[in-house]
Structure formats: C-alpha cells, structure tokens
C-alpha cells in the first residue's frame, strides 16, 4: 500500500504556527517617558487640575438641574472636597520611579518627581498619610445574648 507525503498542509491541517503572545495588560502611563507604570504614587493637585474638577462638578450639578422634576425640591448641589484633601495619582515606570519610602507619603502640587534631576528622591516636603482611625465595634442590640446563651 503506497502512502502520500503531502508536501503542503490542507486546508483540514491543523495551523501549525504558534499563536501570537498575549499582549500586556495596558496601565496608566508612565508620566516621564510613557511606558507602562510599575508604580504609582498621591501628590496634592495643581491648580489647573482643581480648577478641571470644579468645572466638571459644577457641570454635573447644571445637568441634575435640567433633569430634575420642577415639582420636586430643586436638587442640592454637594460640597467640594477642598484640594487639601484631594490626591492625583502620579505613574512611572520603573526606571522612572521615586523610593518605596518617599512613594508612601502624600506629595505637593508642585513636587517635580518623576523628574530625573530628582530620582530616585523629589524636591517637596511631602506630608505623612492620615492615621486610619481604630474601628471599634457599636454596641450590641438588646436583643443579642453575650457569652453564647
């Protein structure tokens, strides 16, 4: 019985080529170069970013405006958290990034870092993050036995 060598694959073969590696998740980029971040890191918004914020609050609050019912109580427009008390991530990649030490403190608006005069340190007084305060426990309902009774 002769047997045939095909010399070329059928359209029936199965694809012999090796699939094409998945690609890389896709992060925030690094804010120096533009590869993907490794790291990240808080600082204080600048003022232009604050400013940003405030547009887009005070544009989301005319927009509740115009959806509301007018024979409902006009909506209430929510405070704004100050810009002391807001934080924009920072990214970098990894040759581009600060200390472990300085990436766990809260940095100024205008801290220059990723910038490679200062790496792998930053030019600002950065500021600790705020202690989480202990969670204690409410008391118990009335209703609730204490020592398992």
Same mark, same amino acid.
């Given at each position: 019985?002769?047997?045939?060598?095909?010399?070329?694959?059928?359209?029936?073969?199965?694809?012999?080529?090796?699939?094409?590696? =998945?690609?890389?998740?896709? *992060? #925030?980029?690094?804010?120096?170069?533009? !590869?993907? /971040? &490794?790291? @990240?890191?808080?600082?204080?918004?600048?003022?232009?970013?604050?400013?940003?914020?405030?547009?887009?609050?005070?544009?989301?609050?005319?927009?509740?405006?115009?959806?509301?019912?007018?024979?409902?109580?006009?909506?209430?427009?929510?405070?704004?958290?100050?810009?002391?008390?807001?934080?924009? =991530?920072?990214?970098?990649? *990894? #040759?581009?990034?600060?200390?472990?030490? !300085?990436? /766990? &403190?809260? @940095?100024?608006?205008?801290?220059?870092?990723?910038?490679?005069?200062?790496?792998?340190?930053?030019?600002?007084?950065?500021?600790?993050?705020?202690?989480?305060?202990?969670?204690?426990?409410?008391?118990?309902?009335?209703?609730?036995?204490?020592?398992?009774?």
């Amino acid at each position: 019985m002769d047997t045939l060598t095909p010399t070329e694959p059928t359209p029936t073969d199965p694809d012999t080529t090796p699939a094409p590696p =998945a690609p890389a998740p896709a *992060g #925030p980029p690094c804010g120096l170069c533009g !590869d993907s /971040a &490794l790291v @990240h890191w808080m600082r204080r918004p600048t003022d232009e970013e604050y400013a940003h914020y405030k547009a887009l609050e005070q544009d989301r609050y005319n927009q509740t405006l115009l959806l509301a019912d007018p024979h409902l109580p006009k909506p209430v427009q929510t405070p704004l958290i100050p810009a002391a008390e807001m934080t924009v =991530a920072v990214y970098a990649c *990894g #040759p581009h990034a600060i200390t472990l030490e !300085d990436a /766990a &403190l809260i @940095h100024s608006s205008a801290c220059t870092a990723p910038n490679e005069t200062d790496l792998p340190g930053h030019d600002c007084v950065a500021e600790r993050l705020p202690a989480e305060p202990p969670e204690e426990p409410g008391p118990l309902p009335a209703h609730w036995t204490s020592g398992g009774q």
